[in-house]
Structure formats: structure tokens, C-alpha cells
């Protein structure tokens, strides 16, 4: 499941193995760590609370397979379904049965097809008395007829969720805009909602699925459609089976009126699920599957294990997508047309949700202590496709995102292990450490063992472990068989240890030696909190030359002595390769930065050196210009766009393939060129290309020409402004022209369903200015719209807008008589909003 964690600006060191000739190094110690412990004394008062421990779930049964017949109650949001559960015991002989069902009714229940009365249900857990003791050897067949309620809440307080329905009804009643559609949600435990099962991750089975429909609907679910039958009453019935096991929580559904797009990748059926209006993108949404799908079968040496792969879009969804098997869901912000997918592809969430297919699905955590075993490779595969498809620098500024994400979630919620058996609620486990972190360390490893160790042990990984539950000491051991290498020291201090280091670093140049000093200063309470830390040293030399050497770092503070024998140093990295996983405190001087942009190919060592270099020469200047990694062509017209020329600008803006690089471009010509700005902005809106470009672009003529820009405005038919509707908010709000009240009101409540309120502020700002009439119109629009809402954020956002206007209403009232005949109506509203 990809979730998305805000950023914070941290310095990351980030990847890649560089190999070079080796040379010795010697280490100095600078200071030694002396580790005491107060002694017990009898008087002491000892804390005898148990630590709070979550385990993998006890197997007492083993499921095998699981068939459901589904229908729908689209008025009272009800499931009807049949169950028919396979199981055997795990190992022990058995006598009951324990299921989970969460909020159902249940109408009977039969074992090997006899109806039995012996079962007691608490609206979570199912208990059912079985008629004799059954042994391993033996196969137990449940049927269940039951009502599904996932409207109906499963915990009262603060623990309560909407987002733990498992199931969820879409316009379920027509009234609204919204399309009409049921989709599930089963991670964590929440496929329980929906059907019995035994709703853990160390638990799998194969599946089948009969759902019944109305006829204008299609269906998804896991496995192949092996048919679709037509029913005397207007209903269809879609049959969908999966023979490979699988966890409960990665069963689903999706039901709505979908455009399908069918492909293929090898032997393996492609199906792209959209809304209509995308049908013309649905590829380009699922950006790049079938290279996606050859890419990762290769890098694993494990094609992709499933009978297909579909993806589909639902509204309303309460992650940012799920990793279903053969069947994954997205929320519908991936659904973009060509215009916008340019600037805002949707490569990594596409590629995460498919690495889990292997990492996830075919291997599972076997608890949701270990989800990193899960979520951390998954993110970690978005790292892999960027370096793939484009390049190193690519692949180290979304990882660089990773480490502020991972950064700005320590500051707020603190550290624990990545292995967390002691978390609060399992949901807390999806965070910036099962995630960002995992895939983090896993980029370490990859370089501690080298890329064709690592690919091999991964491989055996999944091999030794396919359609089973894992732990980290399942990886650790794959690791260990491939490479000899005892890796209990790694795993120790990144998957069960506590935090990262914070690490300081001085550089000291001589004509023999250069020495570095290395001091960590994270919180040192005790040993445990000092990382060994193999940093991959390079030191590089006036004459050209460059040389790489391994420096152990185990202690507090240690001086690192290069012998340079007698050759000028232009600079030295301590962590050359970028990819420790620490907070870098590294002073560096004017002539070191320049040289790390000169010679350092490292996409974080040259981002940290422009972002902090005072003056560039021309010869930099040009180089930094021809960089391949957008960030360094943007920072570089932010920082010294001035030294270059109009005519260097004009070719940048009109040629550069990125549109950030685009819209700096025509920032610094808008200062030095106006007249040159304008003709620019006249050819890139005649294009329409990048969305971004074109809203831009119109930002800077109303600046220049505001009269032309509105008269421009007022002569396009646009049937998609969701990219550049904010500018169009603020043009027209600025205008201070009443007529453009229409474009808000066409477009308010999409904006407060994405949330996207700078809209509504324009908006408000526009009515501020507006006649009498218009403002009483625009409070009828926004109670009119109140009274139609479905969301709590809809009506939230309409209710206060409403009663912000009201209060603006009753401000001119004080200076104005003609609003007399308007008190009753505004008086009204004003009542049934505080209501």
C-alpha cells in the first residue's frame, strides 16, 4: 500500500558502488566511549509493566480456499454473500473453529454441508462448535450465509475509523456527481467486513468469487474472469478464480462503469480499468506496465507469478493505492490526461504497487511488525525503475524525498525499530519507517554486498520463500547463504536497532596525509545507539587521479589518515558513494564546493555544492546548464540566471525537455527581456504542452498584459482546468470582474473535494468585490450546495464560506437600506447553517 509522508530538508547521503583501486588507510583514536550502568540497589523501584509485545498470529487452523457468491443492497449498503471455507488443522486436533466477521449477520452455517445450531458470535468474532475433533490429515468444509454491514462500526472512540469499513458503497444512492461504485480495503485486517476469514497476514489461500451486478457495471476482482453470465432479471454474474494462495487481506472487488483497456505482457493478460472521460490515457495512467512487468521479472530472475495484472481507480479511496493481487486499486488523483501525466507521471506509485506482487503477495510479512518486509522493498522498487528508466541522479533525488519524508516523521512521532512488535495499533506501522527507511537500508545493503550479490540473494529470497510468510531473519539468512557474509551486525542495528546516526565530519588536507575526523552525535544513552558504519572514501587529486578506500567507522569519534604521498588534494568524501542512511554535518569551504561540482558525480555531494556555492565561472556556469538532472539546470537559473543571456534564456525556455527548467527560464527573462518573455509565452501557449508551462505562462501576460490575457481567456472553450484552475482563480479574481462569479461556481466543489481551497479563497476574494446581487447569489450557491452534500468536508467547507458571506452580507447592511428585502431569506439561511 503506497501512502504519501510530507517532506522536510535534511542532507541525505544517498547510493551506488564506484570501483576503484584501493588504498590503506589508518585510523587514530580520538576518543573512546565508556559505557556504565548504576548500580541496583534494593531500595530502587522497579517497573514491573510488561512491554508490550504484538507476536505473528497462532496457527491453529490452516485456510485453503475460500469461494464466495456476493450480491449488493445498494439502499442499505449491505453485502449478501455466501461463504464456503476450506481448512484443515494447522497441526493439533481441533474441536472449534474461530473465524472473524466483523458486523454481520449470520443467517446459518453448515459443516460438511449439516446444518449446525452450536456457534456464538460477538459481532467480531465467529465461534463455531464442530461436530466431532478433526486432525491434520483431515479437510473441513464451512458453509456461512450471511449480511455484510460495513457501514455498521466495529470499535466506538477515538479508535474508530472510516477507513476500517472494508467495503465501501460509492453514491450509493445516485444522488450525487460521483460515479457509482463498491471497492474494498482489506489491509490490514478489514476483509473481515466483507466475508468470514481467517484475517491475518500469516495466513493464505487460493479464491474464488461469483458477484452479481447490475448489467451497466463491470467488475474486478483477483484471478482470471472465467465467465460472465446474463440473469433473467437485468443483473450479471462475473466469475473470477485465483489458484495461487494468497493473504486474506489482498482479497477484492472494484464495481462501477468503467472504460477497460486490454493489453498483454508475455503470456500475462493487461487490463487498465478507467473512468470514461480517461479511456484516451488509461496507458499513459499506468505509466510504462508491460516495461515495468519485464524489467522487474529480470532484476529479481523471478517472472512475475500471477495469471494477471489489472489496475483500476475508484473516488473516494482511503490510501493512495493497494497492492491486490493481480488486481490493484489507486486512488482516482492518478487519473490524468497526456498535458498533465508530462509534468506529473505516475511512474513510482505504479511501480511500488507492482514490486509488491513479489514482495508482499507472492512473499508476506508474516505480521505487521515486520511490514517493512513488505512496504520497504515496494519502495525501494521505485528506487530501481528510476535508476532503469531515468538514470542514477533520477533515482537519488526521489530517494533523497524518501530520507526528508523519514526525517520530518522522526521530529514529530520519534523512533522505534523498523521490526516493531511493540507498536500501539498495527495501522501506526504505516509509516516513514516501514516505508522510507526500509528501502533505505535495503539500498545500503545493496551496497555493502555489491549489486550482483544482492540481486542473487534477493532472488534466492523469493525463491526459498514463494506463497509463504516471512520475518527479517528470513532475508538476513538468503543474504548470509549467498554471500558467506555474517550479516547479524547489519540486521541488529538497522531492522532491530533504533534510529540513524548524526554524523560530524572535518576535513584536514597536508601534503602527505589527509585526515578526517568522524564524530557521531546522536543521542548516546548507550552503546546500542553507535552505528558501525562502512563509509567508501575518495580522495581526488589535482593531477586527475581519484582513489577509493574503505574507512570502518565503531566508535564515537576516530580520526581516518590517507597517505596522499605527496600528491595535491582537491578534495576528499568521506561517504563518496552517497548512500549512508545519517544526518551529515559536513563544513566545506568556497574551492571544496566547486570541486565536488567539478569532479564528484555523486547526484547529493553536487546538489549540496550548488545549493551552497556563492559564484560560478562560465565554465561552470555552462556545465551546471548541461547537467542531466533538471534540479541542477533550475537551481542554477534561480541562483545565477543573471550571467546569462537573453539569448542563452530564449534557447533554455524554448528547448529545455523539462517544464521546470521552463518556467525558471521565463522567470529570469521576464526580469532581463520582458518584450522577449512575451513572445515566448505567445509560442508556449499556441503549443499547449505542460500544463505548469501553460498556467505560467498565463500568470506572467496578465502581469504584462492583463486586458489581453482576459480577452484570450474569454475566447477558450476549456472541458479540463483542474491543472491550472488555481491560476484561472487568481486572473480572474484580480480582474475584479463579477462576471468570471461562473468559473468558481463551475468549479467550487471539485476544488473542495480535492481540497484544494486557494480556489474558494479567490473566489471569496472575487464576492468581497462583487454588486449586492452578487454576493447574495454567490450565498445561495454556497447553501444550495450545503444542502446537496454528501462529504462532512463538503458541507464543512460550504457551511463556513456560507456564514462568512452572511457576516459580509450584514456589514453592508449597516450602511446600505436597499438590502432590507434580503434580511428574511439571509436570516433563514444564517438559521438552518447554525442548525
Not at 472494484?254 to 470514461?276: F, R, T
Not at 597517505?563 to 551529515?584: C, E, N, W, Y
Not at 466543489?749 to 464576492?767: E, S
Amino acid at each position: 500500500m503506497r501512502y504519501t509522508f510530507l517532506l522536510f530538508l535534511c542532507l541525505l547521503y544517498g547510493c551506488t558502488k564506484t570501483i576503484v583501486a584501493p588504498i590503506e588507510f589508518d585510523e587514530n583514536l580520538l576518543d573512546t566511549l565508556v559505557v556504565t550502568a548504576t548500580p541496583l540497589e534494593s531500595d530502587l523501584e522497579i517497573n514491573e509493566t510488561p512491554k508490550v509485545y504484538h507476536p505473528s498470529a497462532t496457527h491453529s487452523v490452516d485456510l485453503l480456499h475460500t469461494k464466495l457468491e456476493v450480491s449488493f443492497n445498494w439502499d442499505r449498503q449491505q453485502v449478501l454473500g455466501k461463504a464456503e471455507l476450506d481448512l484443515t488443522p494447522y497441526f493439533y486436533p481441533i474441536n472449534t473453529l474461530v473465524l472473524d466477521a466483523k458486523k454481520m449477520d449470520i443467517h446459518a452455517i453448515k459443516i460438511d454441508n449439516k446444518l449446525i445450531k452450536s456457534f456464538s458470535y460477538d459481532s467480531t468474532l465467529l465461534n463455531i462448535e464442530l461436530p466431532k475433533t478433526y486432525t491434520k490429515k483431515e479437510q473441513i468444509k464451512v458453509n456461512i450465509e450471511y449480511t455484510a454491514n460495513p457501514n455498521a462500526p466495529v470499535l466506538d472512540g477515538p479508535n474508530a475509523s472510516d477507513a476500517d469499513k472494508g467495503l465501501f458503497f460509492i453514491n450509493h444512492d445516485g444522488s450525487s456527481d460521483k460515479p457509482q461504485q463498491i471497492w474494498t480495503q482489506g489491509e490490514t485486517e478489514n476483509n473481515s467486513r466483507w466475508f468470514p476469514t481467517i484475517d491475518r497476514p500469516n495466513e493464505r489461500c487460493s479464491q474464488e468469487i461469483f458477484v452479481r451486478v447490475d448489467s451497466r457495471f463491470k467488475t474486478l476482482s483477483n484471478g482470471r474472469l472465467v465467465s460472465s453470465t446474463n440473469n433473467p432479471d437485468g443483473t450479471r454474474t462475473d466469475y473470477w478464480k485465483q489458484d495461487a494462495p494468497h493473504a486474506p487481506y489482498l482479497f477484492m472487488l472494484a464495481v462501477g462503469e468503467y472504460a477497460v483497456l486490454e493489453d498483454k505482457w508475455q503470456d500475462v493478460p493487461l487490463l487498465y480499468y478507467v473512468e470514461p472521460f480517461y479511456e484516451d490515457y488509461a496507458k499513459e495512467v499506468y505509466n510504462h506496465t508491460p516495461e515495468m512487468l519485464a524489467f522487474f521479472s529480470n532484476v529479481w530472475d523471478y517472472k512475475y507469478p500471477w495469471d494477471k495484472y489489472a489496475q483500476v481507480t475508484v473516488k473516494d479511496f482511503v490510501a493512495g493505492a493497494m497492492e491486490n493481487t493481480g488486481a490493484v486499486i489507486f486512488g482516482d488523483f492518478v487519473q490524468k490526461d497526456g498535458r498533465e501525466l508530462a509534468d506529473y507521471p505516475n511512474d513510482n506509485i505504479v511501480a511500488h504497487e507492482l514490486v509488491h506482487h513479489w514482495f508482499g503477495n507472492l512473499v508476506t510479512c508474516e505480521s505487521w511488525a515486520n511490514l517493512t518486509m513488505n512496504e520497504g522493498f515496494a519502495n525501494y522498487g521505485e528506487y530501481l525503475w528510476q535508476e532503469h528508466k531515468y538514470g542514477r541522479d533520477a533515482a537519488d533525488d526521489h530517494k533523497l524525498s524518501e530520507f526528508h519524508s523519514y526525517i520530518y516523521s522522526t521530529q514529530f512521532s520519534g523512533t522505534h525499530p523498523l521490526i516493531h512488535f511493540s507498536y500501539h495499533d498495527k495501522e501506526d506501522m504505516f509509516d516513514a519507517h516501514s516505508y522510507n527507511k526500509g528501502g533505505m537500508i535495503l539500498h545500503m545493503l545493496r551496497n555493502l554486498v555489491g549489486d550482483e550479490a544482492f540481486f542473487t540473494s534477493l532472488s534466492h529470497y523469493l525463491k526459498s520463500n514463494e506463497y509463504q510468510s516471512v520475518e527479517a531473519h528470513n532475508l538476513r539468512l538468503a543474504f548470509e547463504k549467498t554471500t558467506g557474509l555474517d550479516l547479524n551486525w547489519f540486521f541488529n542495528q538497522w531492522y532491530f536497532g533504533t534510529g540513524h546516526p548524526t554524523i560530524h565530519v572535518n576535513y584536514e588536507y597536508s601534503t602527505d596525509t589527509t585526515f578526517i575526523d568522524v564524530e557521531q552525535t546522536q543521542s548516546l544513552p548507550d552503546a546500542e545507539n553507535l552505528f558501525i558504519i562502512p563509509f567508501n572514501a575518495k580522495v581526488f587529486y589535482e593531477d586527475g587521479s581519484e582513489e577509493t578506500g574503505l574507512l570502518t567507522m565503531s566508535k564515537r569519534k576516530q580520526r581516518f589518515s590517507i597517505p596522499t604521498r605527496g600528491k595535491k588534494v582537491d578534495l576528499a568524501i568521506l561517504d563518496s558513494q552517497a548512500d549512508i542512511l545519517a544526518s551529515f554535518v559536513e563544513p566545506r569551504t568556497q574551492e571544496e564546493y566547486y570541486q565536488t561540482l567539478n569532479r564528484s558525480d555523486e547526484y547529493l555531494h553536487k546538489r549540496i555544492a550548488l545549493e551552497s556555492i556563492t559564484t560560478l565561472d562560465q565554465t561552470m556556469l555552462n556545465k551546471m546548464m548541461n547537467e542531466n538532472h533538471h534540479f541542477f539546470r533550475v537551481k542554477t537559473l534561480e541562483k545565477f540566471g543573471d550571467q546569462l543571456t537573453v539569448e542563452q534564456l530564449v534557447k533554455t525556455a524554448n528547448s529545455d525537455n523539462s517544464s521546470r527548467v521552463t518556467i525558471e527560464a521565463l522567470n529570469q527573462l521576464y526580469e532581463q527581456d520582458a518584450g522577449k518573455c512575451l513572445a515566448i509565452i505567445q509560442n508556449l501557449l499556441d503549443q499547449k504542452g505542460s500544463y505548469d508551462v501553460y498556467a505560467h505562462c498565463l500568470d506572467l501576460w496578465y502581469d504584462l498584459e492583463p486586458e489581453a490575457t482576459l480577452a484570450y481567456l474569454d475566447q477558450q472553450s476549456y472541458s479540463y482546468v483542474k491543472p491550472f484552475r488555481n491560476t484561472l482563480g487568481s486572473i480572474y479574481a484580480n480582474s475584479e470582474e463579477e462576471k468570471y462569479l461562473a468559473f468558481f461556481e463551475a468549479n467550487a466543489q471539485l476544488a473542495i473535494d480535492d481540497r484544494d481551497f486557494g480556489l474558494i479563497d479567490n473566489h471569496i476574494y472575487l464576492i468581497n468585490l462583487a454588486s449586492d446581487d452578487g454576493l447574495i447569489r454567490s450565498i445561495d450557491f454556497y447553501f444550495d450546495l450545503f444542502n446537496v452534500a454528501r462529504t462532512e468536508n463538503l458541507s464543512k467547507s460550504c457551511q463556513n464560506v456560507c456564514l462568512h458571506l452572511i457576516n459580509l452580507f450584514e456589514e453592508r447592511l449597516l450602511f446600505k437600506n436597499d438590502l432590507d428585502k434580503s434580511i428574511e431569506k439571509i436570516n433563514g439561511i444564517k438559521e438552518s447553517l447554525i442548525k
